[in-house]
């Protein structure tokens, strides 16, 4: 068990509580996280449990903080107070992957998609032949038909996004954000993405939080949906889904799926009238 060691652990006799960790399994803890915006709480004393090697979605209304609680946890946006960590580390010892909802703006244009891809390793320093061989094997492993030379202006919104997922995930980050990687798809491109994401997890057993507006896709690929209320925001409930992967379009008519987005929708909707 870890301890929280600040200043007043030495000048004071004053008990520090100890920090809680999660159950077995359990990957990141967050513990008392508190963050203002303009004086206004978005989250208070806030505390969660994600699972290790598990796909956790985040459903919420409007406004209630999706994207700043993974935000906050990748390190993009600073907490005011509490602590996160990952298996007991803090972030500066954690390789993380972000893709962004904007593939747009995710990409520096001015270099090809190989070298935004390729970008992660180059900064970790790694050789030409790993990188060459790494590179190789996200080509494998995505089944990119498109070519990887042209500027990311030169591909469809799809082929952009899914090389953001490859840079994303090119240094084989602990943990994966995605923040609604498929709002600004189309609905061919989603199909792809999400059975490319869905095989890439079971590869690799990365952890994964996924933000989605889209309840039928947050529970697609979810093994618990995270379920926010209003802000100021807590958890409102987090319900487990366990159907077998690959899941596929049939899973879309299996009773549990059913079930666990009406159950979903019942909580999302109790949640925006409260
Ligand atoms: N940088 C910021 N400054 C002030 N308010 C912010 C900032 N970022 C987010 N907010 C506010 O915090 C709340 C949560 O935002 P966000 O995390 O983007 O919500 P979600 O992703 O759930 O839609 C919103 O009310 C938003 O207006
Ligand atoms: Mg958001």
Redesign the pocket.
Known sequence: MSVVLNASNYDADVPVPAFKPGPAGTHITIRGLTKYFAGWPLYEDFNLDIPKHKIVSVFGPNGCG??TLINMIAGLVPIDAGEILFDGKSLKDTKIGYVF?NYREAMFPWMRTIDNIAYPLKLEGRSKAEVDRRMAELVASFDVKFDLKRYPYELSGGQQQTASIMRALANNPEVLFL??PFSALDFEMTLFIREKLQEVFMQTGTTMLL?SHDLEEAVYLADQVLLLTKRPTRVAEILPYGDARPRTVETLSEASFIGTKKRSLEIFQREVRR
């Open positions: 999706k994207s909802q923040d609604e933000v």
